[in-house]
C-alpha cells in the first residue's frame, strides 16, 4: 500500500510538472511570475484593491455594478480598472476570470465610470487553452494616449461650468433637475454624431445619442457627490436603450435624459412639441417600464416612490379628478398668462373623466371666453396634447 500511495504521489507530480511545462512555454517569465503570484498564491499577495489604492487610482465614485457583482469577480473589476487608470490599454490579465464573466465584468467597469472616456466597449481577449481564463486583453480605444489628459482637462472644465451654475443651496432634486435640463437644452440627438457613445459627444460636441446623455447627467451628478448610474436595456417597438438611475433621500427613482429631449420625444411618438419632456425625470419604474426594459445585467432596485415626480413637485399632481379643483386651475393658468398648463392624474379612471370634461364637456368654456376677450376676437384655438401612459394632459393657450 505504501509503494502504491509514492507511486500515484510521483504520478500526480509528473502531470503537475508538465502542465507547469506546457504553461511556462507559451508565456513569458515574467507574465508567468505574475500569474502564479495573482492565481496560484493567497499567501501574502497584494490585490489589485490594495494596488489601486496605493497608486492613488482607486475609485471616488460610488460603484453600482461593482456592489451587485458576485464577490469573486471584484478582482478582476478591480484589476481592469487600474489597468485602463494606468494606460495600459493591452497586456496580460493576472486575476482568475472565465471569457463569459470577463465581459460581464468589463461592462461594468464602463458603466460606473463614465470618465473613462477614451475606452470602447469592445475589445479583444485570448483564452487559455488549458485553464479556460482569459490570459491578456486588448482593449479597443478612441483616444489616443497622448491626448487624454488635455481632453480630461476639456470634459472636467465643460462639467464644472453647469456645476456653477447651480446654487450653492440647491436640494439633490433640484441639482438632478438642473443637470437634467442643462444637457438637454445643449444637445441637439444626432445618431452620426462623434463619439456619441461616451461624454465626450455631450460635453465637448454637444451631438449624442441616449449613451451619451446619459453617460454625461451621470457623470456631472458624480462629480457633485450624488448617485447617479447608467441603466441598459430596450425600448418599446425599438432596439437597445441606455438611461439612468438616481437616489434622493434614500430612494431611488429613473431618469431618461434623451426621452426628455423634445426632438428625440417627436421621433418617438410622432408629436410635434419644442416643450421639454418631464415624464422621466425622476420617475417610477411603474411608468418608465411600459416603454423601456432593463436587460438584466444587474439587479435593479425598486423604483416606487412618486415623491420626487416632476408634477408632483411642481403641483401638477392630482391624486383624483375634482371639477372645481380642475376648474381653478385651468382659470389661474389663463389669467397668470401661461403659455400652457399641464396636469397628471393619478389613475386612469380620473384622467379618462379629466379629459371628458375638458374636451367634450363645458370645463373649458370660461376659460376661453376670457381669451378672446383680453384678445377682442370672436373664436380662440387653443391646443392640446394627452398622454394615457402619463395620465398626462397638456393644453397650450397659444
Given at each position: 500500500?505504501?509503494?502504491?500511495?509514492?507511486?500515484?504521489?510521483f504520478l500526480?507530480?509528473?502531470?503537475?510538472?508538465l502542465?507547469a511545462a506546457?504553461?511556462?512555454?507559451?508565456?513569458?517569465?515574467?507574465?508567468?511570475?505574475?500569474r502564479?503570484?495573482y492565481?496560484w498564491?493567497?499567501g501574502?499577495?497584494?490585490?489589485?484593491?490594495?494596488?489601486?489604492v496605493?497608486?492613488?487610482?482607486?475609485?471616488e465614485?460610488?460603484?453600482?455594478?461593482y456592489?451587485?457583482?458576485?464577490?469573486?469577480?471584484?478582482?478582476t473589476?478591480?484589476?481592469?480598472?487600474?489597468?485602463?487608470?494606468?494606460?495600459?490599454?493591452s497586456?496580460?490579465?493576472?486575476?482568475?476570470?472565465?471569457v463569459?464573466?470577463f465581459w460581464?465584468t468589463?461592462?461594468a467597469?464602463?458603466?460606473d465610470?463614465p470618465?473613462i472616456f477614451w475606452?470602447?466597449?469592445?475589445?479583444q481577449?485570448?483564452?487559455?487553452?488549458l485553464t479556460?481564463?482569459?490570459v491578456?486583453?486588448?482593449?479597443d480605444?478612441?483616444?489616443?494616449?497622448e491626448?487624454?489628459?488635455?481632453?480630461?482637462?476639456?470634459?472636467?472644465?465643460?462639467a464644472d461650468?453647469?456645476?456653477?451654475?447651480?446654487?450653492?443651496?440647491?436640494t439633490?432634486y433640484?441639482?438632478?433637475k438642473f443637470?437634467?435640463?442643462?444637457?438637454?437644452?445643449r444637445t441637439?440627438y444626432?445618431s452620426?454624431?462623434?463619439?456619441n457613445?461616451n461624454?465626450?459627444?455631450?460635453?465637448?460636441n454637444?451631438r449624442s445619442v441616449?449613451?451619451g446623455y446619459s453617460?454625461?447627467?451621470q457623470?456631472i451628478l458624480?462629480?457633485?457627490?450624488?448617485?447617479c448610474?447608467?441603466?441598459?436595456?430596450t425600448?418599446?417597438?425599438?432596439?437597445?436603450?441606455g438611461?439612468?438611475?438616481?437616489?434622493?433621500?434614500?430612494q431611488y427613482?429613473y431618469?431618461?435624459?434623451?426621452?426628455?429631449d423634445?426632438?428625440f420625444a417627436?421621433?418617438?411618438?410622432?408629436?410635434a412639441?419644442?416643450?421639454m419632456?418631464?415624464?422621466?425625470?425622476c420617475?417610477?419604474?411603474?411608468?418608465?417600464f411600459?416603454?423601456?426594459?432593463?436587460?438584466?445585467?444587474?439587479?435593479?432596485?425598486?423604483?416606487?416612490?412618486?415623491?420626487y415626480?416632476?408634477y408632483?413637485?411642481?403641483?401638477?399632481?392630482?391624486?383624483?379628478f375634482?371639477?372645481?379643483t380642475?376648474y381653478?386651475?385651468?382659470?389661474?393658468?389663463?389669467?397668470?398668462g401661461?403659455?400652457?398648463?399641464?396636469?397628471?392624474f393619478?389613475s386612469g379612471?380620473?384622467?379618462e373623466?379629466?379629459?371628458?370634461?375638458l374636451?367634450e364637456?363645458?370645463?373649458?368654456?370660461?376659460?376661453g371666453?376670457?381669451?378672446?376677450e383680453?384678445?377682442?376676437?370672436?373664436?380662440w384655438?387653443?391646443?392640446?396634447?394627452?398622454?394615457?401612459?402619463f395620465?398626462?394632459?397638456t393644453i397650450?393657450w397659444?
Open positions: 500500500m505504501r509503494r502504491h500511495g509514492i507511486w500515484h504521489f500526480d507530480l509528473l502531470i503537475i510538472l502542465a506546457v504553461l511556462l512555454s507559451a508565456t513569458p517569465a515574467g507574465e508567468m511570475s505574475e502564479v503570484k492565481a498564491s493567497n501574502g499577495t497584494e490585490t489589485w484593491e490594495e494596488a489601486a496605493k497608486e492613488g487610482i482607486n475609485s465614485v460610488e460603484e453600482y455594478y456592489e451587485n457583482l458576485p464577490e469573486e469577480f471584484h478582482e473589476y478591480r484589476e481592469i480598472y487600474v489597468h485602463i487608470m494606468r494606460n495600459e490599454d497586456g496580460p490579465l493576472y486575476s482568475d476570470i472565465k463569459d464573466d460581464k468589463y461592462y467597469v464602463l458603466a465610470h470618465e475606452i470602447d466597449t469592445s475589445a481577449i485570448q483564452e487559455s487553452g479556460k481564463k482569459v491578456s486583453y486588448n482593449f480605444t478612441t483616444v489616443p494616449e491626448s487624454r489628459a488635455f481632453m480630461k482637462e476639456q470634459i472636467q472644465d465643460a461650468s453647469c456645476i456653477s451654475q447651480i446654487p450653492e443651496s440647491a439633490e433640484e441639482k438632478i443637470v437634467y435640463e442643462y444637457i438637454i437644452d441637439e444626432d452620426s454624431g462623434e463619439d457613445q461624454i465626450q459627444s455631450v460635453l465637448l454637444q441616449c449613451a453617460k454625461a447627467f457623470y458624480n462629480r457633485m457627490g450624488l448617485f448610474t447608467y441603466i441598459t436595456g425600448i418599446k417597438n425599438g432596439g437597445d436603450h438611461w439612468s438611475m438616481v437616489r434622493i433621500d434614500g427613482y431618469v431618461d435624459v434623451t426621452w426628455g423634445p426632438v417627436n421621433q418617438v411618438d410622432g408629436a412639441s419644442h416643450v419632456n418631464y415624464n422621466y425625470l420617475c417610477t419604474e411603474y411608468d418608465l411600459r416603454t423601456h426594459t432593463p436587460d438584466g445585467s444587474i439587479p435593479l432596485p425598486p423604483c416606487t416612490m412618486d415623491n415626480n416632476y408632483v413637485m411642481n403641483g401638477m399632481y392630482y391624486e383624483t375634482d371639477y372645481d380642475v381653478n386651475r385651468v382659470m389661474e393658468s389663463v389669467w397668470a401661461e403659455e400652457n398648463i399641464v396636469m397628471k393619478g379612471d380620473a384622467y373623466q379629466a379629459k371628458y370634461e374636451f364637456g363645458n370645463l373649458l368654456s370660461d376659460a371666453q376670457y381669451l378672446m383680453i384678445n377682442g376676437v370672436s373664436q384655438n387653443y391646443r392640446y396634447n394627452t398622454d394615457e401612459g395620465n398626462l394632459i397650450y397659444r
